[in-house]
Nanobody
Framework: VQLQASGGGLVQVGGSLRLSCAAS????????MAWFRQAPGKEREFVAY????????YYADSVKGRCTISRDNGKNTIYLQMNSLKPEDTAVYYC???????????????WGQGTLVTVSS
């Protein structure tokens, strides 16, 4: 599946952003979809995943309560609503697809190109 992330930008501390990831190709609705992020000089880290039917959503502790992952299988799109943003949320955010639910990057075979989120203080 091909993925295209968008929606990043510059936001002040405490602000909000909604990221989108549009998918095309194989059967999007059968995949677990996730968001990861990578800050400068750091490893890529898990943010959230959502199962194919959206029955399970799982979040990293660092974003729990501030972010909401969702999907619209009719539009082949997933979203990440981010609220109460902090400077440490600054990173390139990537969407990814996997046949199984996981927080590990190696489980995800398809990746979007990333969208930059910068939180300024």
């Amino acid at each position: 599946v091909q993925l295209q992330a968008s929606g990043g930008g510059l936001v002040q501390v405490g602000g909000s952003l909604r990221l989108s990831c549009a998918a095309s190709g194989r059967t999007f609705s059968s995949y677990v979809m996730a968001w990861f992020r990578q800050a400068p000089g750091k490893e890529r880290e898990f943010v959230a995943y959502i199962t194919s039917s959206a029955t399970i959503k799982y979040y990293a502790d660092s974003v729990k309560g501030r972010c909401t992952i969702s999907r619209d299988n009719g539009k082949n799109t997933i979203y990440l609503q981010m609220n109460s943003l902090k400077p440490e949320d600054t990173a390139v955010y990537y969407c990814a697809a996997s046949p199984i639910a996981s927080t590990r990057t190696y489980r995800y075979s398809d990746w979007g190109q990333g969208t930059l989120v910068t939180v300024s203080s």
